[in-house]
């Protein structure tokens, strides 16, 4: 089984950066799509950023386009979330995970390994 590790969360102010980390374990890293899901206090599971296994395809949700970033680096079985210009809204805790077959790429149900996840917390 894949496992991911992810790291880099922490507090932030509002306005500034924070880069995501998450270390995949296996020989079959590039095989995978990789996506950001995050969880706030009292709110379900929302998708953030996906990109294929390739690297030449991303996607972002709405609340992400223009301010985070994803990509990977196959060669380091990286995957990374680069989060710019934070908000306070982006306070929860950020998972990163693997999926290995076609799908919806915004489903958290297509994903077949997630990460430990890690907390953002983004003052005011």
């Known amino acids: 089984q894949v496992q991911l590790v992810e790291s880099g969360g922490g507090l932030v102010q509002a306005g500034g950066s924070l880069r995501l980390s998450c270390a995949a374990s296996?020989?079959?890293?590039?095989?995978?799509?990789m996506g950001w899901f995050r969880q706030a206090p009292g709110k379900e599971r929302e998708f953030v950023a996906s990109?294929?296994?390739?690297?030449?395809?991303?996607h972002y949700a709405d609340s992400a386009k223009g301010r985070f970033t994803i990509s990977r680096d196959n060669a380091k079985n990286t995957v990374y979330l680069q989060m710019n210009s934070l908000k306070f809204e982006d306070t929860a805790v950020y998972y990163c995970?693997?999926?290995?077959?076609?799908?919806?790429?915004?489903?958290?149900?297509?994903?077949?390994?997630w990460g430990q996840g890690t907390q953002v917390t983004v003052s005011s």
């Open positions: 296996g020989r079959t890293f590039s095989n995978y799509g």
């Open positions: 990109i294929s296994w390739s690297g030449g395809y991303t």
């Open positions: 995970a693997a999926r290995s077959t076609v799908g919806n790429y915004a489903n958290p149900r297509a994903y077949d390994y």
